[in-house]
């Protein structure tokens, strides 16, 4: 039975070859872009973000090149409210947010298996770097071959039926690999470099973007020590993120850390590098990935995306929250980031850190 597939293309190498090989494997191919947002209207270089208009002809050249039909989905309304707004409430609120966990969730998962769903098709493709294996009818999330480039963490929110309909071609390969078939295949975005910043962002710079988005000025504060002492002056809440140490304008004769934020006090309380640890924390909005997860396990945990997982325990409270001990204390635990869970290569589970 002819098996039909929407890839989501981003315009870069992964993606593009992810496309290409699911042609190889005999499926009927479409390639998508999602319009998640203007340029112009954001103010962004278009050279230093996805989802521009040269990134929508850089897929559009690799589509034809595979002879397989091209759309683009405009998600821009969908995108500014799950995505934009949740990034900007998550600041204004006092913590640090996750956008690329949530526009997996909310646009690569939701609305493209909406037009799945409406065009009769079978399965969504991406390129992300993980695996999803079919054992006894329950689909697992798995990490990639390629550990250095593995995503599972920002895919921990994916349900059973979703998983069921995704196709993650890259798992199996490393990025060199990926990048060696593209140029084999005369790909024009081959040697085209990875995104690294939140797209909507790429200067990094946070806090000049939610002011020129909101239209508000956030008035300046006090940093206080862990006893609640005032040691100095903060420039506005957004600006800061729990384990910061550059940007604080202000010389302690010591290094000093963000090591949290009251929002309705409008302080930026600061502590040393060795009061940043902690070994608890809790985490709401939890999904898990596994059957019947039992009501305490051993784990390994991840608390961002660029570290190696931690040795852990897990305890599912009656409200559906879960609290997570390690056996170290961690660095930096911030609110609004995901915890996500492992045995082994195996995704269990991760939540949103409360």
């Given amino acids: 039975m002819d098996k039909k597939v929407i890839i989501a293309m981003s315009g870069g190498v992964d993606s593009s070859v992810a496309a290409f090989l699911m042609t190889q494997e005999g499926f009927t191919c479409i390639g998508a872009t999602m319009k998640l947002y203007d ?7 278009s050279e230093k973000t996805c989802c521009s208009l040269d990134d929508i002809e850089d897929a559009r050249s690799v589509a034809r090149r595979l002879s397989m039909p091209y759309y683009v989905f405009n998600f821009k ?9 949740k990034f900007i409430k998550t600041y204004e609120t006092g913590g640090t947010p996750n956008p690329c966990i949530d526009c997996n969730r909310y646009l690569k998962f939701a609305k493209l298996f ?24 329950w689909f697992y999330l798995k990490k990639a071959a390629d550990f250095t480039k593995d995503q599972s963490y920002v895919l921990y929110s994916l349900t059973q ?40 962002v790429p200067d990094g710079d946070y806090a000049s973007f939610i002011e020129r988005y909101t239209g508000k000025s956030y008035p300046m504060g006090d940093f206080v020590d862990i006893n609640g002492k005032p040691i100095g002056r903060h420039q506005g809440i957004i600006r800061y993120t729990n384990g910061q140490r550059k940007g604080l304008g202000v010389s ?3 290094p000093m850390y963000v090591a949290g934020k009251n929002i309705e006090k409008n302080t930026v309380t600061l502590c040393t590098n060795e009061q940043l640890f902690s070994d608890t924390l809790t985490a709401q909005d939890f999904n898990w990935l596994i059957p019947n997860p039992p009501s305490e396990l051993k784990c390994k945990a991840r608390v961002r995306y660029n570290m190696k997982e931690q040795d852990a325990s897990a305890f599912i409270q009656n409200n559906g929250e879960v609290r997570v001990v390690f056996d170290e204390p961690q660095r930096a635990i911030t609110k609004g980031q995901a915890v996500v869970l492992y045995d082994g290569d195996t995704v269990l589970g991760g939540g949103t850190i409360k």
Avoid: W
């Avoid at 500014?80 to 707004?85: G, H, L, P, S, W």
């Avoid at 065009?119 to 006894?136: M, P, Q, S």
């Avoid at 990048?179 to 939140?198: H, Y």
């Fill in 252 to 254: 302690f004769g010591q």
């Fill in 114 to 137: 909406e037009r799945m769903n409406e065009l009769g098709f079978d399965y969504v493709v991406t390129g992300h770097y993980a695996k999803i294996e079919e054992k006894n009818g």
């Fill in 39 to 45: 340029n112009d209207n954001l103010n962004i270089d």
């Fill in 161 to 200: 039926e979703q998983l069921s309909h995704i196709k993650l071609p890259l798992g199996e390969y490393t990025k060199t690999e990926i990048r060696r078939i593209a140029e084999k295949q005369g790909f024009l975005n081959a040697k085209k470099r990875d995104s690294q910043d939140i797209c909507f």
């Fill in 77 to 85: 309304d969908e995108f500014d409210e799950k995505v934009i707004k």
